[in-house]
């Protein structure tokens, strides 16, 4: 699949297709080229601040794949359309949620089972999982819609059983849905 393609599987509003590659498919892909980019920064900068460079550039990442998501929401990047697109994120049982409150304002569900998780472990990057993975969540709203706010206390990459994902759409009186 070209870059182009792969891109357009990330961010298009549409279902995926069979044949499109998934987000966990493609997060594998990009960890195996940032570990030995990891191992090498580490060795040269120290782990602190490798770990803090690739924090950076993980999230500057997030807002921009937020932003080009939003510019293809049909009616506009809102609550709704965000869990419109959840199905880009569970494709390929990556995934195990469980829904406890979806509507325009609130979208409050638990992942049970994160093959994301996994996967780092199994690649010996457990240690930077957050920095890969969870680390997103956040700056991905913030390009999607910055009215949309994620809550989340534990996670399943930091050891907890599930992860509590707690979004609210905080629009103000008067500011208009882009």
């Known amino acids: 699949m070209s870059d182009v393609a792969s891109q357009q599987a990330e961010t298009s509003a549409a279902p995926a297709s069979p044949d499109e590659m998934g987000i966990l498919a493609r997060r594998r892909i990009e960890a195996a080229i940032i570990k030995p980019i990891y191992e090498e920064m580490r060795r040269e900068v120290g782990e602190t601040r490798a770990k803090e460079i690739l924090r950076?550039?993980?999230?500057?990442?997030?807002?921009?794949?937020?932003?080009?998501?939003?510019?293809?929401?049909?009616?506009?990047?809102?609550?709704?359309?965000?869990q419109d697109i959840q199905h880009l994120w569970t494709k390929d049982d990556?995934?195990?949620?469980?829904?406890?409150?979806?509507?325009?304002?609130?979208?409050?569900f638990n992942v049970t089972r994160c093959r994301y998780a996994?996967?780092?472990r199994e690649m010996g990057l457990g240690e930077i999982g957050h920095l890969l993975s969870c680390n997103r969540?956040?700056?991905?709203?913030?390009?999607?819609?910055?009215?949309?706010k994620l809550e989340r206390?534990?996670?399943?990459m930091g050891g907890a059983s599930h992860c509590d994902f707690r979004y609210r759409f905080e629009s103000t009186k008067g500011e208009r849905k882009e």
């Open 56 to 82: 950076r550039a993980i999230r500057a990442a997030a807002i921009e794949s937020g932003r080009a998501l939003a510019a293809r929401a049909p009616g506009g990047a809102d609550l709704k359309s965000f």
């Open 118 to 120: 996994e996967t780092y």
């Open 153 to 156: 206390t534990q996670t399943i």
């Open 94 to 108: 990556a995934l195990r949620i469980e829904v406890l409150e979806a509507n325009e304002q609130v979208f409050d």
């Open 137 to 148: 969540d956040g700056a991905f709203c913030e390009g999607y819609n910055p009215a949309i």
